[in-house]
């Protein structure tokens, strides 16, 4: 299949980066940078968080997102709110149009209790890793956005997480609105189908805009 990811550029490469399998990433973007998060093998998720990069108080709200849009699915020309209700990201592009905004991720004690197993990879320990350096603690790490994520809701109030529709080079492209810290967890998760039981790469490529 043709790599879509090379497919209506945004502007010009200032920075691209392959994560491998269960890792992550932190960059940091100015206002009118573009991130395009790409699927390069199909049906991986990325969990995304973000912080104004001038105060790390500011953080990505799931919540603020969802009582603001008032509705659940998000796709182009959509904005992602921080919890102060400033827009952080704006959805510039959308190969796939189905994304995950419960404002939550994958974590140690989420997965004990749900598999039995101690020690897995998670998406929370990914960001804990990936802010480290930046002195964001574990405590401080938002719900995330998980594009491509596909969940569905049943008539009873409960749900089923689904293998995810992307296909190889989908993407999505997140404008900055303010300067931000990013950081992507290359969701690790293998015992469910959230990455159809087998964690694969994704790519970031951040662009300048044009003009």
């Known amino acids: 299949m043709a790599d879509k990811g090379t497919a209506g550029v945004p502007g010009t490469v200032a920075q691209e980066t392959e994560i491998p399998p269960r890792e992550y990433l932190a960059v940091e973007l100015r206002k009118g940078q573009v991130l395009r998060v790409i699927d390069l093998d199909g049906q991986q998720v990325p969990d995304v968080v973000c912080f104004n990069l001038h105060n790390h108080e500011e953080r990505l709200s799931m919540n603020n997102t969802k009582l603001?849009?008032?509705?659940?699915?998000?796709?182009?020309?959509?904005?992602?709110?921080?919890?102060?209700?400033?827009?952080?990201?704006?959805i510039a592009g959308d190969t796939v149009g189905l994304h995950h905004l419960s404002g939550g991720c994958c974590n140690e004690p989420a997965n004990f209790v749900r598999y039995g197993v101690h020690g897995t990879r998670n998406c929370l320990d990914n960001f804990t890793m990936a802010l480290a350096k930046y002195d964001i603690p574990k405590k401080?790490?938002?719900?995330?956005?998980?594009?491509?994520?596909?969940?569905?809701?049943?008539p009873d109030g409960s749900y089923k997480i689904e293998e995810p529709p992307s296909r190889p080079g989908d993407y999505i492209d997140l404008r900055a609105e303010m300067d931000l810290l990013v950081a992507i967890s290359n969701c690790p998760q293998d015992r469910?189908?959230?990455?159809a039981f087998n964690p694969t790469r994704l790519k970031a490529v951040v662009y300048e805009p044009r003009g």
């Not at 509705?71 to 400033?86: A, F, M, V």
């Open 140 to 154: 401080l790490v938002p719900g995330a956005f998980v594009p491509f994520m596909n969940v569905v809701s049943r």
């Open 68 to 90: 603001i849009l008032q509705r659940w699915r998000i796709t182009t020309g959509d904005p992602l709110y921080s919890d102060e209700g400033n827009v952080m990201l704006t």
């Open 192 to 195: 469910n189908p959230c990455n």
